[in-house]
């Protein structure tokens, strides 16, 4: 979907993938074939580059760092600011100092610390791996006192493959926080050349409410239910985060509403995010065309809602891993204002993202119906 | 831009061009450089494609016939219809025959012909080449009698390259037309499975008002000056070209709103046409994903208009073919709204098309003031 984007811009896109044949081949100029601590491949890349910039938080903030000295290569988001994401318990810690409002949250290096601090925090709560979670993938529940030594365990496992040699500096502990919903925000950081006094250019699109199962991401709408205050608080809180992030970009930053309206971050991504999607056709710029203006040092666009929008992804229905083919897709083109994206990924597997649908309204159309008739045309869906 | 669009439907795209890096080459998964006319090149994307089009009348519809039974690759639009409106004077007399309104035209093998032509039609008129004119080349005014030897010898040279050997089936005349305005129609054709009593899915974009100087597109606007009237009428017209046109597939329909609003049809684009590039942000499917949807036999997508939407080219303002770099692409990036499609030639000179800028305006905003802004928004661009 960057590249997509890039291309009208008059920006040719290459990409490093871990995967021979990776889902950005088709629309993109070149590929290398290369692992996210590839130097040969990250170094090949910039030597090809004006700009460097990541899709994914695997992506090695040092050697991006050393590669962007070694050929005076641009990369947006800053590494530090990827360094400070990667780890969810520096993440939490520093958006805490800088006065966002966050979850509490404790670090937990053993079953003990665990116990302790859910002795403090109460129960339920999120046990989490500091880093490389992804769609719940590093997220453990802890219900009561008897779960916590099967979940620290099973946190260790998932973040160290099976080692628990030492478990330090594995895992964070949060409140698990009792939503009224979720609500996302991608803010925007642009050049210093286009904001005011020197400061770099900020902008955010729409607030949009997330919808998560099994803590996957399942559908978006555009306008939330929230009011008009919410949407304005969570708005304040987004560009509180994008104080403390460095670098020029889009940032998918996640938040909660809680039970008495407030506003916490839940995380952030240094990147467009599933919960933007529904930019491409919702918003006059999309957050891919706003990361690449961003990352290239053009001016931001124009972030207006055109029409009230939702989404819904597509995940994999498979039990086995195997080649994908969608059926039922005919049903989302014959929908008026439906439309489908494919991500161009060879292989399905259970709950993986393959693709999603973005159903747009008429003005002042109710996001329920949206919702509901999106649903429908994703449920409809299978790759059975 | 048909890349751009076949991406999120899940359709790879291979392209065959005569230049060796051709400006698709950035979003589309391979390229083939091979000429128009080059077997080899057509039979090697035949035997790697499930579908072929073409993007350009040039392309040589007995070679397309012949490589399509060859490898059973189905072909849309048919290669007959490419015949029909590679020739316009062919095209005309098909069209006359259907009763699609046509201006007045005759045949003219010889300057003598030409003569005899224009006592019946009066002058001024309009002098064609039947074949390879485009953006005003195998176009010449004829205002007077003593026009008319350099006229048809201009136009055989055109058409000949400097050959003036056998002008015959060379050109056509045709009445000037002293239009109202000029219009646009893009028609679909879709597949037999989607449409009504097994007839082709049928459909058009909402009518647009082309401006052009030098008989090279400028500008378009739509909604279009033209009442409702007129418009409607543009559409019926547009419809009935289709009922002669075979093979699925986007149409553009060039039309002349004459002295008395009646709508005369001016040339037909079996393609995506310049005419229909604002429909990407001003409507809800574009004419290139519903070109892509048309020929890969899935269901038409939604044509409505989203927004009034006006287009500016960006043409080549320069004197001698040059690497083309673009400045003041700024001013477009800040402007709310404004789209910058950039095509990715690399080489620029006097008139060549380079990019567009599309502006989309608020809901029932008059097109005059979009109109103007585009073109301010345009006129500061230059490659000098």
């Known amino acids: 979907m960057l590249a997509e984007a890039a291309a009208p811009l008059g920006v040719e896109v290459v990409v490093s993938d871990p995967t021979a044949d990776p889902p950005a081949a088709?629309?993109?100029?070149?590929?290398?074939?290369?692992?996210?601590?590839?130097?040969d491949a990250v170094r090949d890349l910039a030597e090809r580059a004006d700009y460097l910039t990541f899709e994914i938080e695997l992506t090695d903030p040092d050697l991006l760092e050393r590669v962007a000295a070694e050929t005076d290569t641009p990369v947006h988001p800053h590494p530090e600011t990827l360094r400070i994401i990667e780890d969810k318990l520096v993440q939490k810690r520093r958006l805490a100092d800088a006065g966002v409002p966050v979850p509490e949250f404790r670090e937990v290096d053993s079953a003990d610390d665990l116990r302790a601090a859910l002795d403090d925090l109460g129960y339920p709560a999120m046990l989490k791996a500091r880093k490389g979670g992804y769609d719940g993938r590093g997220n453990v529940p802890v219900e009561s006192p008897d779960d916590v030594d099967e979940a620290f365990a099973e946190i260790v496992d998932a973040a160290q493959g099976g080692s628990h040699e030492d478990p330090a500096g594995v895992a964070m502990v949060e409140e698990m926080v009792d939503f009224e919903r979720e609500l996302a925000v991608m803010g925007c950081l642009g050049?210093?050349?286009?904001?005011?006094?020197?400061?770099?250019?900020?902008?955010?699109f729409p607030v949009t409410e997330t919808i998560h199962r099994e803590e996957i991401l399942r559908e978006t709408r555009s306008p939330p239910e929230a009011d008009v205050g919410v949407r304005e608080r969570a708005r304040e809180v987004a560009l509180d985060v994008l104080d403390v992030m460095?670098?020029?970009?889009?940032?998918?930053i996640e938040l909660f509403q809680g039970p008495d309206d407030e506003i916490l971050l839940n995380e952030i991504a240094p990147r467009p995010h599933n919960s933007g999607h529904w930019t491409i056709e919702g918003c006059h710029s999309s957050q891919f065309e706003q990361h690449v203006r961003a990352v290239t040092g053009r001016p931001l666009g124009d972030t207006g809602r055109r029409a009230p929008t939702v989404s819904a992804n597509i995940l994999g229905d498979v039990d086995e891993r195997?080649?994908?083919?969608?059926?039922?897709?005919?049903?989302?083109?014959?929908?008026?204002?439906?439309?489908l994206h494919w991500y161009g990924k060879r292989e399905v597997y259970r709950l993986r993202k393959m693709g999603h649908i973005a159903l747009v309204g008429a003005e002042s159309e109710p996001t329920d119906r949206l919702l509901a008739d999106v649903r429908e045309l994703r449920d409809d869906l299978t790759f059975r």
């Open 26 to 39: 088709p629309v993109t100029r070149d590929q290398i074939h290369g692992g996210f601590d590839d130097y």
């Open 191 to 204: 050049s210093e050349q286009w904001g005011e006094d020197g400061e770099p250019e900020r902008d955010t």
């Open 246 to 252: 460095e670098g020029r970009g889009v940032y998918g």
């Open 322 to 339: 195997r080649d994908a083919t969608l059926s039922g897709e005919d049903t989302v083109f014959e929908r008026p204002r439906a439309h």
